[in-house]
């Protein structure tokens, strides 16, 4: 019997030896496929990083890459124009008398796109002037890139930086002969008399806004809770940009202080009094508020003359148009100025005759054509004039005073021109890469930089660059 026993006890010491050996392995086995997961998931995450930092590289190089085209892309459309400009110049405007107002800045879309567009629209143009461009190089800049440019002249709107001294030494076309303009009415209680680019800016800067349909921007309060009228306004614009601290009055000079108070508002400041440095900066003068710069910030600019050139005035921009009108009536109380529908009429036929003449060719056709006469000059038939189209309804017109009308406005080439160009690579997916720039060259700012021999290279520069 206890042989017996003994023998089960070994057989079941061994069993239970074996089977500790077996667990033993087990465990060892384990351990090494847990290693190996974690290596294999560490490994995993470190290539998913290291591709993850790889592509983002590669897509930051290629957007670099990108926007760098593009930005040349958008100085070539910027040089083209200054290309056209000086054709413009060198050839157009000497030779008014021949070609009208004719400008290349109209055509700049369509004459730029053979460079920059793609191969449709190269062919278009193409048709248009019947030359066959396939075999002209130069032309386009390659599969999923484009540029274009957009040209327009600030020549006509009204320069708010007249009341900060612009004369003649400086600016072309300010010259002033610096005697009152003595109007026929002026003892009558007429317009006061221009005899600055101040006063000329004031008389303008009141013309435009005088329609009684912008009441409300004048009977509402600003943000900061202040009234203005239409007078404190256009002196407030004259008191930003000149350098005294007096107060601006239209018919002399004034011993009352400049009082806007721009330091007791909230967002506290001080007035410039000097030129502005763009029209957004008008948005700080008293009164001038959201809905106030909604209306006629278009009509603003702070680059060039003194005075509108009537040919450079967009047909949007008629309301300029109609405060020549009003600025250089005759009579400041004619009937016809005070109905806004038929001032509204007259200056817009104004740029249709304007367009039918190819441009007029002086202040006198303006006023002309001002008096109610569609054709700037007499009817042939004697008839009176007509308001155009079927209508037949006779446009009455208003007499001006070409001596100050001359000293509001001007008629010639261009001197300023405003750039919109826009660099474009198309990238996979409907995504793309694109630079604009905005600039403005003035033609007859004298060039310091300039390193040619030549004069005429002298008159010319940019004045405003921005590239976003």
Not at 210 to 237: K, M, W
Not at 408 to 435: F, S
């Amino acid at each position: 019997m206890r042989r017996g026993r003994l023998s089960d006890l070994f057989l079941r010491m061994g069993a239970w030896l074996r089977a500790a050996r077996r667990r033993k392995v087990s465990r060892q086995a384990g351990f090494a496929l847990l290693m190996a997961t974690l290596t294999t998931a560490i490994l995993g995450g470190v290539v998913g990083e290291f591709s993850y930092n790889t592509r983002v590289e590669l897509e930051s190089a290629t957007n670099a890459r990108d926007q760098l085209r593009a930005e040349y892309l958008a100085r070539s459309g910027i040089n083209l124009s200054r290309l056209l400009i000086k054709v413009q110049q060198s050839v157009l405007d000497k030779n008014r008398q021949f070609t009208g107002d004719l400008q290349l800045s109209d055509f700049a879309p369509y004459l730029i796109k053979a460079f920059g567009g793609d191969k449709d629209e190269r062919e278009g143009l193409s048709a248009l002037i019947g030359v066959d461009a396939s075999s002209i190089k130069g032309l386009g800049v390659g599969k999923g890139a484009s540029f274009d440019v957009e040209m327009g002249s600030e020549d006509g709107k009204i320069n708010v930086n007249c009341g900060g001294g612009l004369n003649a030494a400086g600016n072309t076309g300010n010259a002033f002969n610096g005697q009152p303009n003595q109007l026929p009415n002026q003892q009558q209680g007429g317009a006061p008399p221009i005899t600055n680019p101040a006063q000329a800016l004031y008389t303008l800067l009141t013309a435009v806004e005088f329609p009684t349909r912008y009441n409300r921007l004048f009977e509402n309060p600003d943000s900061e809770g202040q009234y203005a009228t239409r007078d404190d306004i256009a002196r407030a614009v004259l008191d930003w940009s000149d350098v005294d601290e007096q107060r601006f009055e239209p018919l002399g000079p004034s011993s009352a202080g400049e009082d806007y108070r721009y330091d007791a508002q909230r967002d506290n400041y001080r007035a410039h009094n000097n030129y502005f440095d763009t029209t957004d900066e008008m948005r700080l003068v008293r009164g001038v508020g959201d809905e106030f710069w909604g209306v006629f910030g278009g009509y603003f600019t702070v680059y060039g003359s003194c005075k509108v050139n009537l040919n450079a005035v967009k047909a949007d921009d008629w309301p300029i148009r109609a405060a020549i009108l009003r600025a250089a009536a005759k009579n400041p109380q004619d009937p016809v100025l005070l109905d806004e529908t038929k001032v509204a009429a007259l200056a817009q036929q104004i740029g249709s005759a304007a367009q039918l003449f190819g441009g007029l060719q002086s202040v006198d056709q303006f006023a002309s054509v001002a008096s109610g006469n569609p054709l700037g000059g007499a009817n042939q038939n004697g008839a009176p004039p007509t308001g155009g189209g079927n209508s037949g309804t006779p446009l009455a017109g208003v007499d001006l005073d070409t001596a100050r009308l001359r000293q509001l406005a001007t008629v010639g080439p261009r001197q300023v021109y405003r750039l919109d160009a826009t660099g474009t690579i198309e990238r996979p997916g409907q995504k793309k890469i694109q630079v604009r720039i905005r600039a403005v060259f003035d033609t007859q700012h004298f060039n310091q930089n300039i390193v040619s021999s030549d004069p005429n290279d002298r008159a010319g520069t940019w004045v405003y660059w921005r590239m976003e």
